[in-house]
């Protein structure tokens, strides 16, 4: 955990804590309250609570009843205190997910529905491009194949694409790499040191979580929220806050239809969330690797690019044919200034020389020639299957909660009073992984929620909440017996 705690007022805290329920005693109801916000990722972990005495005045309750509900949040290892230092959120010893569900099936469990990877299969423009690739091949094979910035035809092609967005760059700003993965970690080895501050969003992408912790980074969690329509964002109070308290090194943000949630940020809170930044000395990396995939929003209704409204060139932009064309393409980019462009090219050849050149001569035609029509296609899809979620998963779970967002790959559930970690390892063995959203949140927060992939077909939504119902009633009866093969904290 960071050492350093966003401090909560008392207001703050009082806002979100829902009306008592009365059947029990108050304390028990206020720590009941706390963990709940804790457990779904809307009180990040490592957040300084308000001191007794101010909450009491806050909830016109004794100081009594605080201390009460703290000393039983501690019990329940969801609180942490130390003397002179006040008492900040924790989660419970043992809050992990189950074994990864964000990898590929196996070809060996062919029965398994996979729901735990969000990745879509091959457009049928998929078979021209790479016929035209092959013979656009002799052209490139008298030389050693290496270019570590990327082939100049791809670098133009990325290049065009952000121009048509809204953000003018030429091919000199673009490295191409082996997937976005790849280039964000070329962007974290070259701007990070152990022990750094990383601001992310709570919940965000998994693998981008677990290579910051890999990288030695010190995660602040900044909550996203929800607006009076509904509509997903940032909390840019929070932000302000965390930039301002944490002065992180870095701030890593997923602006267009963010994974896990699908939430599309607004340019003004794009503006804003930048301001911020600067004010703090926080370089940005903006993740839009899911940019293309508004299927529910207009061209002409998309937000610029962050890195369009960046005065100061504080922006680092990823990118990935793998979410809008095919992941088998192993093909990623990055977009920054000239300088930063050649220091990480070098940086790379310390593992990896360049990406291969056939791949990326099939993304080049894809991008140049292709686009619109996968991308239509690609929408249709995803929407069908957002739409068959959305008239499904009331049928067979009236209980959990959720908003069909504007695009992405997913949708993001709220399971409550089920952890979605049992209810994964109950999947295990019921036929379906499941991705639990304990994996998109820092120190195991967002465990009552899931993610639920648009990538599959439509067609195969009924069977896949069936397969969930049967793991739903598994893990609900493993809880209740005890026999939980690991049972969760919560």
Request: aromatic letters at 4%.
């Amino acid at each position: 955990m960071a050492e350093w705690h966003s401090t909560l007022t008392p207001y703050a805290l009082a806002r979100q804590l829902p009306a008592p329920d009365g059947r029990r005693p108050a304390y028990r109801a206020l720590a009941a309250q706390v963990s709940r916000l804790v457990a779904d990722g809307r009180l990040p972990v490592g957040t300084r609570l308000p001191a007794e005495r101010e909450l009491a005045a806050e909830l016109h309750l004794s100081r009594t009843t605080v201390a009460a509900a703290y000393e039983a949040l501690r019990a329940d290892g969801y609180l942490r205190s130390r003397r002179g230092a006040g008492s900040w959120t924790a989660l419970p010893e043992g809050t992990s997910p189950p074994a990864d569900a964000l990898h590929p099936v196996s070809p060996e469990q062919g029965a398994v529905l996979d729901l735990g990877l969000a990745a879509p299969t091959a457009p049928p423009q998929l078979a021209e491009a790479a016929a035209h690739a092959v013979a656009q091949l002799p052209a490139y094979t008298g030389g050693h194949g290496n270019y570590p910035t990327g082939l100049p035809v791809l670098r133009e092609a990325v290049a065009r694409r952000y121009t048509e967005r809204g953000l003018p760059t030429g091919p000199e700003q673009v490295l191409v790499t082996t997937g976005a993965m790849s280039a964000l970690h070329l962007a974290h080895q070259a701007l990070l040191a152990r022990g750094d501050r990383v601001a992310v969003e709570a919940p965000s992408y998994a693998n981008t979580l677990r290579a910051l912790d890999r990288a030695g980074a010190r995660l602040v969690p900044v909550p996203l929220t929800a607006d009076g329509a509904g509509r997903t964002g940032w909390d840019l109070a929070q932000w302000q806050r965390v930039l301002r308290g944490a002065a992180p090194r870095l701030a890593s943000v997923i602006p267009d239809f963010q994974n896990p949630t699908g939430a599309l940020v607004d340019e003004d809170q794009r503006r804003a969330l930048l301001a911020h930044a600067r004010a703090a000395g926080t370089a940005v990396i903006a993740d839009e690797t899911c940019a293309e995939l508004g299927w529910d929003v207009a061209d002409a209704d998309l937000p610029r690019p962050l890195a369009a409204l960046d005065r100061d060139a504080q922006v680092i932009t990823v990118g990935s044919a793998g979410k809008i064309l095919w992941p088998g393409l192993r093909i990623g980019w990055l977009r920054a200034q000239p300088s930063l462009v050649r220091k990480l090219a070098a940086d790379r050849a310390l593992y990896d020389l360049g990406t291969p050149v056939l791949d990326q001569l099939v993304a080049a035609r894809l991008l140049t020639d292709h686009l619109p029509a996968v991308r239509a296609e690609r929408h249709a899809q995803l929407r069908a299957t957002a739409e068959a979620f959305a008239r499904e998963l009331p049928r067979h779970f009236p209980a959990w909660r959720f908003a069909l967002p504007p695009g992405g790959l997913a949708l993001w559930a709220a399971t409550p009073g089920l952890p979605a970690s049992a209810l994964a390892r109950a999947g295990e063995r019921t036929g379906v992984r499941i991705a639990s959203g304990a994996r998109f949140g820092v120190d195991g927060a967002f465990e009552e929620h899931l993610r639920l992939p648009l990538t599959l077909p439509a067609a195969h939504v009924p069977d896949a909440l069936r397969r969930i119902a049967e793991a739903a009633a598994l893990a609900r009866t493993e809880r209740l017996a005890g026999t939980d093969p690991a049972p969760a904290a919560l």
